[in-house]
């Protein structure tokens, strides 16, 4: 493959919007399947039992698109600097990921944006587009394509934006000459470990989502009670936790996004105990339409309104 292709497409990501790519090559990922398999056993997933289907395409990218030989990993900086206002101790805190719109749409459309181009300079080429979506190993492909690290929380991390970050993927039939995978920059740090409030990182790079506070209030059902030593050790974190991300020395380089469609909107970063309990489901869904809160409904968050702690 001619590197000017690859350039092609490097400074064609670039100029709709993407702050990073890499090229991985799609062999399987062996090692890291007998891992996953131990965590399921142990029953690390909690109630995540799609996570339990599928297992040989989430480690081996060919069986997801036959011919593949490449996976393109795309980056896209979320950060917003805005300091979060938590005097009030009756208000509930917002993982900064879902302080602007959802990014699922805006990154898809860079995406086909990308694979289009992809068409164009390869028309007998077939590619597929992925935003957390699908059994793809987003995370370790975006280690192998050398755009960051998969640091001791388990995210990755990049030298540019540190963790604040969101992955997209298009498997390609093309050939593109692959990138090196990046190197682990954690070195001895722990604070990820140290910060987690409820020790749900158990070891370097593996997380028990039952211990997580993220699971709880996203991912479990909205008639499903949060175990009371979650709550206690809550943080007032009501749709997500970053606490993570925010002990993390590599996020002080973090900058500004300067995507539009993730910059903070009114009440965004927080939302108070009174706010949530009055709020009807046509309000909910007025103000939530086009954000990642939408996705736990009026129900989750009313019951997630226990995590706000006086």
Known sequence: MEQSYKDKIIKYSLSIGFDKIGFANTEPFNEEKEVFMKWI??????????????????????????????????????????????????????????????????????????????????????????VDSGTLPEKLLAQRAGVGWQGKNSLILTREFGSWIFLGIILTTVDFEKDEPHRDLCGDCTKCLEGCPTSAIIKPGLVDATRCISYWTIETKSYVEIPLDIVSNSQSRIYGCDICQEVCPWNRFAKQTSESGFRVNNNATELSKDFIENLTNAEFKSIFNDRPLKRIKLKGLKRNVCMIRE
């Open 41 to 130: 056993s142990e029953g690390r997933h909690g109630t995540l039992k799609y996570l339990e289907r599928n297992v040989d395409e989430r480690f081996e990218p060919n069986l997801i698109l036959d011919g593949c030989k490449t996976a393109i990993v795309t980056v896209i900086n979320y950060y917003n600097p805005v300091k979060e206002q938590y005097s009030d101790s009756n208000k509930g805190k917002i993982s900064r990921y879902a302080w602007g719109k959802d990014y699922h749409k805006l990154i898809k459309l860079k995406l086909v944006q990308l694979a289009d181009k992809i068409k164009e300079l390869f028309p007998e080429s077939t590619n597929m587009t992925f």
